[in-house]
């Protein structure tokens, strides 16, 4: 199982932080799942122009061939102006419109304020909906208090993270085997 | 019956017209990972286009695509082979990518290609659904529509005039230029290449121009409104529908079974999509294509005929336009293909669309 942590933002360290606990929780719980980090503050990625996912060079071929690769991505974003950041929207418009389809996706998300709460369930979740991800419906929402110095100090953070990654492999497992039960049938 | 429908070629009294058409794609066969050379593709088409010719199939046609897992770049050289090497098909591009060629150049290629084939060329222009060929000739993707309204206009005004007195944007101007040679019956058809979407039909109804709607998969009645959408925007502008020739292009595959199809066809158009647009074709959506409402004709011949038919009653169209070698499909397997239009579904589908 190819699973990518996506990193969503070029500011601040908040995303980057939590994603860094969901994937070593991943890695301690599922040793055998294939992890990718991508954390857009390290790539430089070009804004979409149009073209097929394949044909772009450097690191932005490298980003979307990645994702489009991957069974699973856990997508970590901070809210920024009450909605996603930009550098993630142009993730989404690099990509075919149903780039999900056949792949579980999973949010966290981290934010300065708790008035942010419902900015993935009305704008993340409706791009990913239509791109045909399968989706956690439960998502990981962290706020300014639970850092400190990069780190997470609220357990019940840790808890919610550790119930975010046991959710994504779950229904990956189960997707792919509903999936492979369902193509058997068709005896072509 | 009306004189532009036959300016175009087209005879309705004959019922509809039965084509094939190749992107000129060379992938692999996923069954055996080989891929045969790029110049056993091109011979393979030349026979396939002889083969065409032979069972009595009204028309052929090759694609321009600059990426790679292609072979037919140059389609007009291959086209003027196949013109040497048939007797009665008509042959087309499908399509030819207008907005990054020079359209008095596409002209004298096609009108050459006509008196090669005595009379048989057309053009079908189009806008490129990849874009990578705007980096690969010069051009600026942002110029997109733009670059194709312009030639495209221009290439039909060489078409309809002898002499040319012609300035734009994105070409040198033209001063009682005479664009030769002239093909055998003073002008070509010349249609426009539609993706399926409304807005690009809608835009080839402006235009005035016949229709070649290329389409994947999914419900026939969902086209039907596409090609209303032309036909009412063509009204809009003053042109007669009636006189405007549609042709439909999609996957096509018969085989004794409807079951034997998918399986024969699936490995090419699920391998062949993942490499040239890097996802692959649904198992689901490709079950479905044999449903007699899916526009797709896959099926046993007696399926396939009478969705033909019932496509025909809907759209009302002239032409049906078959892709069958897509994704490495052994050249036997066309060979069989051919056989069956040949012998059972071209005949069928003439009997039943001829005007009497």
């Known amino acids: 199982m190819k699973i990518v942590g996506l990193s969503g933002s070029k500011v601040g360290s908040k995303t980057r932080t939590a994603m860094n606990y969901t994937v070593k929780s991943l890695a301690e719980k599922y040793p055998d799942t294939e992890v990718t980090v991508i954390d857009l503050a390290e790539y430089d990625v070009q804004f979409s122009d149009g073209r097929n996912y394949m044909e772009y060079e450097g690191d932005t071929g490298f980003v979307t061939q990645t994702i489009m690769e991957a069974d699973a991505i856990i997508i970590g974003t901070p809210i920024f102006q009450a909605s996603i950041p930009a550098t993630l929207k142009n993730i989404f418009d690099l990509l075919p419109v149903d780039a999900f389809r056949d792949k579980v996706v999973s949010m966290l998300v981290t934010a300065g304020s708790a008035k942010h709460y419902l900015i993935a369930e009305q704008q993340l979740k409706p791009i990913l909906a239509y791109m045909k991800a399968q989706m956690v419906q439960t998502y990981v929402f962290i706020e300014e208090e639970d850092f400190y110095r990069k780190e997470i100090i609220n357990d019940d953070v840790f808890f919610r993270i550790e119930r975010l990654v046991e959710d994504t492999v779950v229904l990956t497992e189960t997707f792919t085997k509903i999936r492979e039960e369902k193509e058997a049938q068709y005896d072509f | ?356």
Do not use: C
Not at chain 2, 7 to 26: S, V
Not at chain 2, 127 to 140: H, K, M, P, Q
Not at chain 2, 157 to 176: D, T, Y
């Open chain 2, 1 to 356: 019956m009306n004189n532009l429908m036959e300016k175009y070629g087209i005879n309705p009294r004959d019922g509809i017209e039965f084509g094939i058409y190749t992107l000129g794609d060379h992938l692999p066969n996923p069954i055996t990972g080989e891929r045969i050379s790029a110049e056993e593709r091109i011979h393979e088409i030349i026979d396939y286009a002889k083969l065409a010719d032979q069972a009595g199939i009204d028309f052929f046609s090759v694609g321009e695509s600059h990426q790679e897992y292609f072979a037919t770049q140059a389609h007009a050289v291959v086209l003027s082979a196949i013109a040497q090497a048939t007797e009665n098909i008509k042959i087309a591009s499908s399509s030819t990518i207008i907005s990054t060629s020079d359209p008095v150049r596409v002209y004298e290629n096609f009108a050459t290609i006509d008196l090669i084939s005595k009379g048989r060329a057309e053009i079908v222009a189009g806008r490129a659904s990849r874009i990578g060929l705007f980096d690969l000739l010069g051009y600026d993707v942002r110029d997109y529509e733009a670059l194709f309204e312009e030639k495209f206009d221009l290439l039909r005004k060489i078409n309809e005039e002898e002499v040319v007195n012609w300035s734009g944007e994105f070409r040198a101007p033209l001063k009682n230029a005479k664009v030769l040679p002239r093909p055998r019956n003073g002008s070509i058809p010349i249609w426009r290449a539609v993706g399926g979407t409304r807005a690009s039909a809608i835009k080839a109804g402006f235009a005035g121009a016949p229709m070649f709607m290329a389409h994947l998969g999914g419900p026939a009645s969902m086209f039907k409104g596409t090609i209303e959408a032309y036909r009412e925007a063509a009204r809009s502008k003053g042109f007669d529908p009636a006189e405007l020739p549609v042709a439909t292009a999609g996957f096509f595959y018969a085989a004794e079974t409807s079951q034997q199809a998918l399986k024969d066809m699936y490995p090419h158009i699920n391998e062949g999509m993942k490499r040239t647009n890097g996802q692959g074709f649904p198992k689901q959506h490709f079950a479905q294509g044999i449903d007699p409402h899916n526009v797709m004709n896959i099926g046993s011949p007696q399926e396939i005929i009478e969705k033909i038919l019932y496509q025909h009653e809907l759209f009302g169209h002239q032409r049906y336009i078959a892709q069958i070698d897509f994704g490495g499909v052994p050249f036997d397997r066309l060979q069989k293909n051919i056989e069956l239009i040949g012998t059972e579904i071209l005949p069928a589908i003439k009997k039943y669309t001829a005007k009497k």
